[in-house]
């Protein structure tokens, strides 16, 4: 190969790791499992619990080696209801991924309460109970 096209090959390769985002792009999309669904894209994302939902900030990250942290917020449901709904929770949420499968944790960092752990699949949805 001559030196131009091989100058020019190396310039792409390290315009193109120079440009790759702390969020993978292969982690978005819908995940599911039998206690909880998870939608993750880029501008962040939402879970369901049973009796539970939350909200996943776009400041997600996955390291190189499969590690995945985010922030959001979560809201329990069910039971009664207090006037203006049942207040957030910020939730610090960690996991690992291999391969398909995402096991994660979710830390309300207000209660210091661990919920979990969750193992959810790529490309699956579950129909979760839904409290009253």
Do not use: K
């Not at 790791?17 to 669904?37: H, I």
């Not at 752990?117 to 979760?128: A, E, I, K």
Request: proline residues 9%; hydrophobic residues 35%; charged residues 10%.
């Amino acid at each position: 190969m001559n030196p131009a096209r091989l100058l020019a090959c190396g310039l792409l390769l390290l315009g193109a790791a120079c440009g790759a985002s702390p969020t993978a792009p292969e982690l978005a999309g819908q995940w599911g499992g039998p206690e909880a669904n998870l939608t993750l894209a880029r501008s962040g994302g939402t879970i369901e619990y049973s009796c539970a939902e939350g909200t996943v900030d776009p400041s997600w990250t996955l390291s190189a080696g499969g590690q995945w942290r985010a922030t959001g917020q979560h809201y329990t449901g069910g039971g009664p209801v207090p006037p203006g709904g049942h207040p957030p929770h910020p939730a610090a949420y960690a996991g690992t991924v291999r391969g398909d499968e995402l096991t994660f944790t979710v830390t309300l960092t207000d209660l210091d309460q661990i919920l979990g752990p969750y193992t959810v699949t790529r490309g699956q949805s579950s129909n979760l109970i839904v409290c009253l």
